[in-house]
């Protein structure tokens, strides 16, 4: 029986300590349950902002191909500006000597219009020279800043 008492005895202790665990162990479980939920509160507001792979492979293949087309309309405007700056350094000043001849021809005699035409043709020779010589890049840049050095 002394075996049994002790058994008595201690069983109250025990179920102290068990309904003590077994509080603890509720009070982790709502603890534990609570974080779950903020857990799974988390994890929803990450679906929800969460881009597809396709979406963004998507739209990275279209920003690729807007790049590209803004670096060819760049590249063709930036030739057209090359064709017109090489247009004016070269080809202008034979145009604007023909129509500066044409313009004052009427106004002279014709000893000045003899004159006229000899200075003309040099110029016009010397301006020919350089579009015979034209390699497509305009000089123009280099020119005046050369001339502008010179004052």
Known sequence: MANLNYVVESLPTAVKQCEVMCTNSQEVTLGLKGQMGQVMLHNVDLENNKCAQAQFDTFEKEQQARMANIENTFDKLWNKSKTLENWIDIYMPLRIQHQITETVRDSFSAKGKYMLGIVDNLMC???????????????????????????
């Open 125 to 151: 020779n010397k301006f020919r020279d350089r579009v015979f010589a034209d390699v497509g890049s305009s000089e123009l840049e280099k020119r005046c800043l050369s001339v502008i050095k010179a004052l």
